[in-house]
Each structure stands twice: as structure tokens, then as C-alpha cells.
């Protein structure tokens, strides 16, 4: 017997209170806040400086990103849904399930290298402040170059862990049967918020130093 999908069944995890168009307001509402944040900044600094600095830019290509996600993510709505359906059993495997969970997969790769971009873009916007502050102090600017490196090696790491979590690299986007989708395997725990985090309490140092 062919199994009906029950469109009562609960949903797990954070589907259970936001629904499709509440995670769209989330989104856009989390855009739009810094959006705001980035404008009131960068008029202060245009009217302090009557021009922007390199801090600035990286902020300016911050907000780009988080953008060019937004928009992905909006489109990536309705796979994400069917998904999130197909997995509490609300939806039954047919014919689409395949070609669903693979375009799902599409979305998120891009996704994850923006994010990761957005948050590495606002550290060297912070780094380009600290760099006037130490450029007097040997030994203070020895240690930004250190922080620099760490920090552009960790964003390297961190965009090819998540672009490499699958062997080989092409299983990413493939969707198999019997398993309901063959990419969930390639999503180890997100290691890649480590150097994050590592990076943040490297550049907490910097700043106490």
C-alpha cells in the first residue's frame, strides 16, 4: 500500500511556530534592520569624513551579500517547505521528491558561502578600524597581520569545509532513493562556526589590547 501523506502531522523544530510567510517576514525584517544600521552609519561617516574608508566598503559589500541572500532565500521558500512537509510525513514521496530536495540543495550552497561572507566581510571592516589604531605600534601591528591572516585562512576553511562536506564534491546536489534525499549525509555539524567564533575572540583580544 502507497503511503498518503497525513496533513495533520506535526512538524518538528522550529516549523512548529513559523509558518512559510512568518520566516519570510523574519528575513526581510532582519534585512531591513541592517539596512537601517547601514545607512545611519555610513551618513555619519560620509558627514565626519566627507568620504568613505576602507571599513566602509567592506560594510558596503556586507550589505550587498546579505542581499543577494535575502533574495535567495526567498526563492528557495517553497523547496524548503516541501521539504520540511516530505520529513514530518504531512507530504507522500512521488515523482517530485527528487528533483525537490536537489534544487533545495542548489539553493543552500550558495546561501552558506554568503553567509559566511556577510559575517567575514563585517570582521575585516572591523580590522581595517583597527589597523589605524595599531599602524604606530610595531609590535601591535605584528600581531593585526596575525589576526589578518588567521581570519582570511579561517573564511578559506570555512567556505571549503561546507563546499567539500560531500565525496564526491558533486553529491551535494544529488538527490537518491530508497534514502529520501542523499545529500542529508553531507551535513556534518557546522563545524565552520568554530573559526568564527575563534576569529571573534582574536579580534576581542585585538581590541583589549
Given at each position: 500500500?502507497?503511503?498518503?501523506?497525513?496533513?495533520?502531522?506535526?512538524?518538528?523544530?522550529?516549523?512548529?511556530?513559523?509558518?512559510?510567510?512568518?520566516?519570510?517576514?523574519?528575513?526581510?525584517?532582519?534585512?531591513?534592520?541592517?539596512?537601517v544600521f547601514v545607512a545611519l552609519r555610513l551618513a555619519v561617516r560620509f558627514r565626519a569624513n566627507r568620504a568613505f574608508l576602507l571599513d566602509?566598503?567592506?560594510?558596503?559589500?556586507?550589505?550587498?551579500?546579505?542581499?543577494?541572500?535575502?533574495?535567495?532565500?526567498?526563492?528557495?521558500?517553497?523547496?524548503?517547505?516541501?521539504?520540511?512537509?516530505?520529513?514530518?510525513?504531512r507530504l507522500p514521496l512521488d515523482a517530485g521528491t527528487g528533483p525537490k530536495t536537489e534544487e533545495l540543495a542548489r539553493w543552500q550552497f550558495p546561501i552558506i558561502?554568503?553567509?559566511?561572507?556577510?559575517?567575514?566581510?563585517?570582521?575585516?571592516?572591523?580590522?581595517?578600524?583597527?589597523?589605524?589604531?595599531?599602524?604606530?605600534?610595531?609590535?601591535?601591528?605584528?600581531?593585526?597581520?596575525?589576526?589578518?591572516?588567521?581570519?582570511?585562512?579561517?573564511?578559506?576553511?570555512?567556505?571549503?569545509?561546507?563546499?567539500?562536506?560531500?565525496?564526491?564534491?558533486?553529491?551535494?546536489?544529488?538527490?537518491?532513493?530508497?534514502?529520501?534525499?542523499?545529500?542529508?549525509?553531507?551535513?556534518?555539524?557546522?563545524?565552520?562556526?568554530?573559526?568564527?567564533?575563534?576569529?571573534?575572540?582574536?579580534?576581542?583580544?585585538?581590541?583589549?589590547?
Amino acid at each position: 500500500m502507497s503511503f498518503v501523506g497525513n496533513p495533520d502531522a506535526p512538524l518538528s523544530g522550529a516549523a512548529r511556530t513559523v509558518d512559510e510567510t512568518g520566516l519570510l517576514a523574519i528575513v526581510w525584517t532582519c534585512f531591513s534592520t541592517a539596512t537601517v544600521f547601514v545607512a545611519l552609519r555610513l551618513a555619519v561617516r560620509f558627514r565626519a569624513n566627507r568620504a568613505f574608508l576602507l571599513d566602509d566598503y567592506w560594510v558596503i559589500f556586507a550589505w550587498f551579500c546579505l542581499l543577494a541572500m535575502a533574495i535567495l532565500q526567498t526563492e528557495q521558500m517553497s523547496s524548503l517547505w516541501y521539504l520540511t512537509y516530505l520529513i514530518a510525513g504531512r507530504l507522500p514521496l512521488d515523482a517530485g521528491t527528487g528533483p525537490k530536495t536537489e534544487e533545495l540543495a542548489r539553493w543552500q550552497f550558495p546561501i552558506i558561502k554568503l553567509f559566511w561572507t556577510v559575517l567575514w566581510s563585517v570582521k575585516a571592516s572591523l580590522l581595517a578600524v583597527f589597523f589605524r589604531l595599531v599602524q604606530p605600534f610595531p609590535v601591535l601591528r605584528r600581531l593585526w597581520y596575525c589576526v589578518a591572516v588567521f581570519a582570511a585562512l579561517a573564511y578559506i576553511g570555512c567556505c571549503l569545509s561546507s563546499a567539500l562536506t560531500c565525496s564526491p564534491p558533486s553529491d551535494y546536489f544529488r538527490a537518491g532513493m530508497p534514502h529520501l534525499f542523499h545529500f542529508h549525509a553531507c551535513y556534518a555539524p557546522y563545524t565552520e562556526m568554530k573559526p568564527n567564533r575563534v576569529t571573534d575572540k582574536r579580534l576581542s583580544h585585538l581590541r583589549e589590547m
